[in-house]
């Protein structure tokens, strides 16, 4: 069994592109991923999971058809199965999303902005 | 659809009880729980659920029958299901678990230390 905690400034210090998502721990059948966004990203929904959004560093906000959150550092924010939502963020947000293994980044959206799946770091 | 963040600090402000986790999301059938911790738990598994560790403040410590896992702010590790852990810490330390709901804090070890599930905050 590996006992080395998992860190993610030093994790966040290995990859530098945005909206691809990385792998850094599973639990059960759910992946904690690390991920850098900066701009805009495109409006999708996860028709079989919740998705929860965690700020580590910077800032972002997510639209909602309905309204709009705004996450700092030390903020969490789960996106119920279903709900169209469309992260944003003015600079650089390191952000941990919890999800179920196998959930694709703009769901069922698809497009350019879609990224690989099952990439760890 | 509740739009507001889920603060850590404002949360961990509103109870101040050892080894008693508070509920503050669910993803799915999985509970975000925080937790203070301070002193010696006792050995305990979750036979049905790895669960996840994830230091906000302060330091801790989680034995395992064959090492020792020493866990700071921004660090990670998750507790495959059945492998007997022990935590610790020797300073107030605030942590968060993620876990399938209705995981019980002392597992299959019971005693005093064994806190009410299904508590928010």
């Not at 069994?1 to 850094?24: G, L, T, V, Y």
């Not at 600079?91 to 099952?118: F, H, R, W």
């Amino acid at each position: 069994m590996d006992r080395r905690p998992i860190n993610f400034a030093e994790k966040f210090s290995k990859f530098s592109d945005h909206w691809a998502p990385k792998i850094i721990a599973q639990m059960n059948d759910y992946h904690f991923k690390l991920v850098k966004i900066q701009g805009e990203f495109v409006w999708h929904s996860h028709a079989d999971t919740d998705e929860v959004f965690i700020v580590i560093g910077g800032e972002m906000k997510i639209h909602l058809r309905d309204g709009e959150v705004n996450l700092r550092p030390g903020e969490l924010f789960v996106i119920p199965r279903g709900v169209e939502h469309k992260p944003w963020a003015a600079g650089e947000c390191k952000i941990m999303l919890v999800e179920s293994a196998g959930t694709i980044n703009t769901g069922d959206a698809g497009g350019p902005k879609t990224a690989a799946d099952g990439v760890w770091v």
